[in-house]
């Protein structure tokens, strides 16, 4: 779990970004299994925001070319979330999307958003340089190995190979060529 401590300076920036701004928007980015979505379920209880999961954005499988996948954080849609997601919200509109489904390997229902003051996205990915500088927040969740391997375990045990020989490999890529977590605010070490 987070420690409180961090949780207490992350509130801190978010209170202060509130009083400043109309509109605050932060990123989530981090290692699988760090803890992103269970932190960014704890700020939508705490401030009523909306959350979007970058895992609703993975490439659809006619997407996955050999060079797509071969791009360092190419394994994600992030043209759709830009276009989608981060371009009305920074209008201020209300818009739609579809949230890609891992399992039938489709786009899903339709999901109507109304932009609120706070907007939250999370995942690996959320920090791609394709989105610019546009986050008030950055925030970078890490964990190590060991504590890594047995959330995955519990939690997916079925895919724990492929996380361990395929994604988690594509994501310390990314956060290396981009310096994702240097380029953050604060760093959770969960």
């Known amino acids: 779990m987070i420690d409180t401590k961090h949780i207490e300076s992350l509130i801190q920036r978010i209170e202060g970004l509130l009083q400043c701004g109309e509109q605050v928007l932060i990123a989530v980015d981090g290692n699988s299994a760090a803890g992103k979505t ?90 791609h340089p394709f989105f610019g500088e546009g986050y008030h927040l950055k925030v970078f969740v890490e964990i190590n190995e060991e504590e890594q391997r047995r959330r995955i375990e519990k939690r997916n045990p079925q895919m724990i190979e492929r996380f361990i020989n395929e994604w988690i490999p594509k994501e310390r890529a990314y956060f290396d060529a981009f310096g994702i977590k240097e380029k953050s605010d604060i760093v959770i070490v969960s």
């Open 38 to 127: 269970t932190l960014a379920a704890y700020l939508r209880s705490r401030y009523e925001c909306n959350v979007f999961h970058m895992d609703d954005f993975f490439l659809q499988p006619f997407q996955r070319t050999e060079a797509r996948l071969g791009e360092v954080g190419g394994n994600v849609d992030y043209e759709r979330f830009a276009a989608e997601i981060l371009k009305p919200l920074v209008k201020g509109e209300k818009f739609n999307y579809r949230p890609y489904d891992c399992q039938k390997q489709v786009l899903g229902e339709v999901v109507n958003v109304a932009p609120k003051r706070m907007n939250v996205v999370e995942g690996a990915y959320s920090m």
